[in-house]
Each structure stands twice: as C-alpha cells, then as structure tokens.
C-alpha cells in the first residue's frame, strides 16, 4: 500500500487542477473580438499559479458564441503560450454529432491533447443515443476524452450503465461531473478505470473524497494555488487540511458561482487581479455591474484572494 501521495495511488490521466479557461475579448469596430494575446497572457498566469490543464473554448469559455475558427486559433495560441508539459483540453461538445466529430478533429490538429465532450443539450437524447455520440466523437481522433456529465444544462444525465459501457472505449477515460450525485458516480468508479474530476466549485472536496483526482474549476481562475494544496491534503490522507482550504474559499466560491453567470464573474476576478484589461462577455451574457463586482471583491476578501484597501 501507498503511503505518500503518487501518480499510482491516484492516477490523474488529465492532470490535477484544470482551469476552465474564459475567453477574453476586445473591441474592434465596435465588435467583440477574441483577444489571443490576452488569452495566451491568462494561459501562463493560470499555469504559474498552479495549473497543470487548461480547457479551452468549455462553456466557461463562451463556446456558444465563439466561431469554429475562433475556437482553433484559441487552441493554438494556448499550446504555444504553455508548451508540451501542460495539458490543453478542448471543448468540442455539441447536441450535433457530426460537428463535434469536426470540433474534435480541428482541434487535434491545432495543438490540443485531450478534449472535453458534453452531454449533448436541449436534444435530451436517449442513453442509446449518448453512448453512440461519445463513441462517435473519441473515434474522431487519437486524443483522450473526458465526457462532461452536467445534466442541469444539458436536460439529461448520463446514467451509470452508459459511463460503465463508454468506459469500454479506449480512449474515453475520464468524466466531469457536475450532477453531484455520489453514489453513483461511486459506482462508477468501483466498476471502471474511469477518472472522476469535480466539475462543481462547490463540490470539490467531496468528489476527491469520493475519490475524484482532480477538479475542473471555475474558481481556480484566482485560487488555483489553493486548491492544488486541497488536492494534496487529499492524496496524503490530511483531510483537516483540505477541509481548512475549503472553507477559507467558501466566500470565492459564492462570489464567483452563486451572484451571477460564472463566466461573467470569473472576467470580473480576473480584472479585479490585474491579469484581464476587460470583463467583457458576448451576449446573451452581459458583464458584471458594478455593484455585482463590489460585492466579488469583498467575498475575494474574505477569501484572502484579494486585498482591499478598505
């Protein structure tokens, strides 16, 4: 038995603490336009505070209302501002296989290692239906795949019996989820190699309790550092530390997740930090107010996320 945390006591395909990355933006003729530059600066501020993966163009990442182009130039800029030691995964998740099947494979070719593929949404397909899109979309390409189960947007989850059958797949290899449901996705992981990853600020800390790996995380935009020290108080069997660090960033989580769109209050973190000139968001999003950003600074506060200089 292992007795000091290591990749063979719980292996971590995707890595560990992954960002889901927002998309910056700037104006051009009075246009929102993708800000590579600012996206490639975000990429290696995210990396230096702790990040070992990256998802790119995630619904975090305004995937909806970013263009196919727009998506593999973000890609690229990623991969080159990173280099090879940190995992870039792409969001290519529609409720349309084919153009996921094509998501998937422009975004091989631009750089990324693995991707992200959620239930497909609004469609409400039957499981039958979600077994044959996963499949379809992981034999686009030789890259691994983390299936996104996150039913409260997408109208359905995906049930056990098809992640332990999408399991059989040799390069399906792990999930995001965002049901929250931990029985089941105990089963899941007692009957499968499939690795769990949080997909839910708010449930970080049970799903490595569960025996997740790792989290994909909102809130790490600004707290990646310490929820890569939650991980380890984890895999070293420190619960009392992993518990401290989930509650000293219960106010960033509220502030990030809870006051509005998440997306459009991580834009507002990251300007609050210094690291993104804008918080601009493409409708049907609309940015943070100002009161909604005065009330983010003081859970940032709370946090010790941020200083005040109240």
């Not at 990623?78 to 349309?96: K, L, W």
């Not at 084919?98 to 039957?126: E, I, Q």
């Not at 359905?156 to 999930?175: D, F, G, K, S, Y």
Request: hydrophobic share 45%; with cysteine.
């Amino acid at each position: 038995m292992h007795t000091t945390p290591s990749a063979d006591l719980s292996p971590a395909p995707l890595g560990r603490v992954l960002t889901a990355m927002v998309t910056p933006f700037r104006e051009v003729g009075g246009e929102l336009a993708v800000d590579l530059d600012a996206a490639q600066h975000l990429a290696r501020t995210l990396v230096e505070q702790g990040c070992d993966g990256l998802v790119v163009s995630g619904t975090t990442g305004e995937s909806p209302t970013t263009s196919d182009a727009e998506q593999v130039d973000l890609v690229r800029a990623v991969r080159e501002a990173v280099g090879p030691g940190v995992v870039v995964m792409a969001g290519v998740g529609t409720n349309d296989t084919a153009h996921s099947v094509a998501l998937a494979r422009a975004a091989a070719t631009a750089g990324a290692d693995s991707l992200l593929v959620v239930t497909p949404y609004y469609s409400k397909p039957p499981q039958a239906g979600l077994l044959a899109h996963f499949t379809t979309v992981a034999d686009a390409t030789d890259l691994p795949v983390m299936l996104y189960d996150i039913p409260g947007r997408s109208g359905v989850p995906i049930e056990t019996e098809t992640l332990v059958r999408a399991a059989e797949h040799p390069r399906i290899v792990a999930v995001k989820d965002a049901k929250g449901d931990f029985y089941a996705g105990s089963w899941v992981m007692a009957r499968t190699d499939l690795a769990f990853y949080s997909g839910d600020d708010a449930a970080n800390l049970g799903w490595l309790a569960h025996g997740a790996v790792g989290m994909v995380s909102v809130v790490a935009h600004v707290a990646a550092r310490r929820y890569a020290a939650m991980v380890e108080a984890v895999l070293a069997g420190d619960l009392a530390t992993a518990q401290r660090v989930h509650r000293e960033l219960l106010p960033a989580v509220r502030g990030i997740m809870t006051r509005t769109q998440g997306v459009i209050m991580a834009k507002a973190a990251l300007q609050l930090h210094g690291v993104l000139a804008s918080r601009a968001v493409r409708l049907p999003l609309v940015e943070a107010t100002p009161d909604e950003v005065s009330l983010l600074s003081h859970d940032l506060a709370e946090a010790a996320l941020l200083e005040t200089t109240a």
